[in-house]
Nanobody, 127 residues
Framework: FQLQASGGGLVQPGGSLRLSCATS????????VGWVRQAPGKEREWVSC????????SYAESVKGRFTILRDTAKNTVYLQMNSLEPEDTAVYHC?????????????????????WGEGTLVTVSS
């Protein structure tokens, strides 16, 4: 199983970016997949996740209403559409997968022990 994030870059405040997480195998069938970010000098912060439960998506309060997570099962890819970006969104965004249901990711003690962890993509929001 692999997770490969892409789509980061430099964007002005108020702009948009779409991140992609390419997965392999049957990740999306068995695991919740989501995004965890880490800004310089800060702890990892959960952003959003998606699974196949009745309420399949969940978002951190800091991004709710601005970010949307989507899944394309045919392409084994999870997307994070980020709108109205703010300088505080600047971070390395990692794609992660875990056996914990997406609805409980906000209750995890930390995000350093995810079942699967991918290399990140840097998002810089600056004028």
């Amino acid at each position: 199983f692999q997770l490969q994030a892409s789509g980061g870059g430099l964007v002005q405040p108020g702009g948009s970016l779409r991140l992609s997480c390419a997965t392999s195998g049957a990740f999306l069938d068995y695991y919740a997949v989501g995004w965890v970010r880490q800004a310089p000098g800060k702890e990892r912060e959960w952003v959003s996740c998606i699974d196949e439960s009745i309420t399949p998506t969940s978002y951190a309060e800091s991004v709710k209403g601005r970010f949307t997570i989507l899944r394309d099962t045919a392409k084994n890819t999870v997307y994070l559409q980020m709108n109205s970006l703010e300088p505080e969104d600047t971070a390395v965004y990692h794609c992660a997968a875990d056996g914990t249901a997406c609805g409980s990711w906000n209750l995890l003690a930390d995000y350093y022990n995810m079942d699967f962890w991918g290399e990140g993509t840097l998002v810089t929001v600056s004028s």
